[in-house]
């Protein structure tokens, strides 16, 4: 079993709708959570970060961590053909000297 | 949020020359940075911990004779892809954390 799982998708919806990301892992010392944004060709963008349980609300964007469950999500309402990207849910169980544990990304397209 | 730059964005050379590229924390130091490699439609892959002062770390199957890395100071790490052959043609992607983690606009490397 892989430590991070995430749907590749692809996800197809219309403008204006709401999506809905998620992920899944198995280990239960993770604690930082993030979720980033990766246009084609360009470096990941950081779209949210959340320390251990709980919701994180940042304008359009909604990150979600259910520790109990091992399971982590990414709301994006009112979805724009801008948000059209891959996004990727990563997480660690330390910081310092830790490198991220990636999900394989979900691609999405938000059609106009 | 914190800035990481990275250099160049494209290079294409030839097979058997050697390719630097540097990454910069611009706002924050870094005692540890991180490499990756991006293949298409792929998630990253984790290359190699860079640690300010002493040797990288690399992951299993990466040659770290290929991969040179040094990271002679707080803010920038670089990665020297020695004697570089068609199939180290990727996308090379540094990152540094301060919790969360910031990443590079990264570098794609084509080898001809």
């Known amino acids: 079993q892989k430590e991070v799982e995430q749907d590749p998708g692809p996800l197809s919806v219309p403008e204006g709708a709401i999506v809905s990301l998620n992920c899944t892992y198995s280990n239960s010392a993770f604690q930082y959570f993030m979720w980033y944004r990766q246009y084609s060709r360009k470096g990941p963008e950081l779209l949210m970060y959340t320390y251990s349980s709980g919701n994180k609300e940042d304008g359009r964007f909604t990150a979600q961590v259910d520790k109990s469950s091992k399971y982590i999500s990414l709301f994006i309402r009112d979805s724009q053909p801008s948000d059209s990207a891959t996004y990727l849910c990563a997480m660690s169980a330390m910081v310092a000297g830790t490198a991220l544990i990636f999900g394989k990304g979900t691609t999405l397209s938000v059609s106009s | 949020g914190a800035v990481v730059s990275q250099h160049p964005s494209w290079v294409i050379c030839k097979s058997g020359t050697s390719v630097k590229i540097e990454c910069r924390s611009l706002?924050?130091?870094?005692?540890?940075m991180f490499w990756y490699r991006q293949f298409p439609k792929q998630s990253l892959m984790l290359m190699a911990t860079s640690n300010e002062g002493s040797k990288a770390t690399y992951e299993q199957g990466v040659e770290k004779d290929k991969f040179l890395i040094n990271h002679a100071s707080l803010t920038l790490s670089t990665l020297t892809v020695t004697s570089a052959h068609p199939e180290d043609s990727s996308f090379y992607i540094c990152?540094?954390?301060?919790?969360?983690?910031?990443f590079g606009q990264g570098t794609r490397l084509t080898v001809v």
């Open positions: 706002d924050f130091q870094a005692t540890t």
């Open positions: 990152s540094a954390r301060v919790v969360e983690a910031f």
